[in-house]
């Protein structure tokens, strides 16, 4: 069964997409099949892996929006056993482009359940902000990563991140764990 993990913090430059890459990458080097999703509308982890974000034909913003299916767009990267749903500038209206539809909060996850156990993980590069994209991945999440920065700003910002996530595992997704 697959394991769905966020990088989720509402600060940036936390190391949010480092993480993710260095993981997947070491997952798929001891053999694991990986999919990165890249929930960035600056969609550095689609160009971490070599990828023109622009060139895409489909990307996590068609996915959330035109109902695009995932398997429709994910990209093989130069790494055996790891792929990538790239992200795209336009991602950044989603939130807007969402605001009515019903079950808005689930769009990820359904998404997901479409995949068929493909991938043994799927790690989600969330913005930093707690929007409606991070809510998809928290919803769609088995658990989070928050990296940190070892400073007093940030741990007032993690206090803060953790009742957000307690909240959203109250209300949306009681399995999600820290």
């Known amino acids: 069964m ?4 966020s990088i989720a913090n509402r600060k940036g430059g936390v190391g949010k997409t480092t993480t993710a890459v260095n993981i997947a990458t070491a997952m798929a080097a001891i053999g694991k099949n990986v999919l990165i999703l890249d929930m960035d509308p600056q969609g550095n982890a689609t160009t971490s892996l070599g990828i023109n974000k622009n060139k895409c034909l489909f ?3 068609d996915l959330m929006i035109s109902n695009c299916k995932i398997e429709d767009a994910i990209i093989k990267t130069d790494i055996k056993k790891f792929d990538i749903l790239p992200s795209a500038p336009a991602l950044a209206a989603a939130e807007i482009e969402l605001s009515d539809v019903d079950k808005r909060e689930y769009i990820l996850k359904n998404a997901l359940n479409t995949l068929d156990n493909k991938y043994d993980y799927v790690l989600i590069d969330c913005p930093p902000s707690l ?5 998809n991945a928290l919803v769609s999440s088995d658990s989070v990563i928050v990296p940190l920065q070892s400073e007093f700003l940030a741990l007032e ?3 803060d991140l953790v009742k957000n996530i307690n909240t959203i595992k109250r209300n949306f997704n009681p399995k999600l764990e820290i």
């Open 59 to 61: 990307s996590t913003y």
């Open 157 to 159: 910002g993690l206090a």
């Open 131 to 135: 929007n409606l994209i991070t809510l």
């Open 2 to 5: 697959v394991k769905v993990i």
